[in-house]
């Protein structure tokens, strides 16, 4: 059973370009999925509805929150269908396997005040490290780039006369975003008169920088904004994503197109940034 597992995962890394989490995520959620059938089952074939409809009884009572039974009960069924598209099987029986109902989440959004506040932190500071904060805090609520995305920029993909950014996301697609007045401006204070104090190696490419001279990781990044939420005095639930959400969501207050936000977010799926529709207004009653 082992055998078709290590097959799908391979599938997956080689031929859907899932990532190394994605892909360890399925294989925790497997592993977890066949400690539990085994006894019952000796082979795929003899998987059936009862002994699948046990395995999410069991989930529940493990007292898994019902998005994350959801995810496991997909790992499953995705596995199922390819073996079923691969010809393994002959019949798939997930078909008729209902998941848990998950309640939509809605992402947090914070409203224009509140990103004023926090992209104004740095600015009560003068050194080298406040002029970085406010130009990566800048970029990302001026762009909607992941957090990923903007620790990976080297300086070259950073076009100031031209005022837009190249990023590159997981799949290894490339888009350029434009950027606002004040990115732009504050992009320049950091090159001019930030990146330098911090560089250490001339070769080094990265555009943000920490305090040893090397790349900015995300889980530095996600410390400074942690910090910074916290001095402007917002909700500790703020994350670097959380500008994401706001970029999203105050453009289509605006009146943006959907096509276009989907664009600029770099969403494969249109689906994905319909979310951003439902979201209320985060300025109304302020």
């Known amino acids: ?125 003068t050194d080298p490290k406040a002029l970085r904060d406010k130009a990566f805090l800048e970029l990302l609520y001026a762009t909607g780039m992941r957090v990923s995305e903007l620790v990976a920029l080297d300086v070259d993909d950073v076009q100031l006369k031209a005022r837009q950014v190249q990023c590159v996301n997981r799949a290894n697609r490339q888009r350029t975003l434009p950027l606002s007045e004040r990115a732009t401006k504050s992009l320049r204070f950091y090159l001019e008169r930030g990146r330098d104090v911090l560089l250490r190696d001339r070769h080094e490419n990265a555009l943000f920088l920490n305090h040893r001279g090397k790349r900015l990781t995300r889980q530095g990044l996600w410390l400074i904004i942690k910090g910074h939420v916290q001095e402007a005095g917002l909700d500790t639930n703020v994350t670097p994503h959380t500008l994401r959400h706001s970029f999203a969501t105050h453009l289509l207050d605006d009146g943006k197109d959907l096509r276009e936000v989907q664009k600029l977010l770099g969403h494969a799926n249109i689906s994905t940034t319909q979310i951003y529709t439902e979201m209320p207004s985060p300025d109304e009653g302020a």
């Open 1 to 125: 059973m082992w055998e078709q597992i290590e097959a799908f995962l391979t599938y997956l890394t080689t031929e859907k370009d899932c990532s190394e989490n994605t892909t360890s995520a399925y294989r925790n959620d497997l592993t977890q999925f066949v400690d539990a059938i085994s006894g019952r089952v000796d082979a795929w074939q003899e998987v059936d509805h009862p002994v699948l409809t046990a395995y999410v009884d069991h989930l529940q009572e493990q007292k898994y929150a019902s998005s994350t039974v959801a995810r496991k009960v997909a790992a499953v069924k995705s596995f199922f269908h390819y073996m079923l598209d691969t010809g393994r099987l002959q019949d798939d029986p997930t078909a008729t396997l209902d998941s848990p109902r998950v309640q939509k989440r809605l992402p947090k959004i914070l409203s224009s005040e509140e990103v004023d506040r926090l992209l104004n932190r740095p600015v009560q500071m």
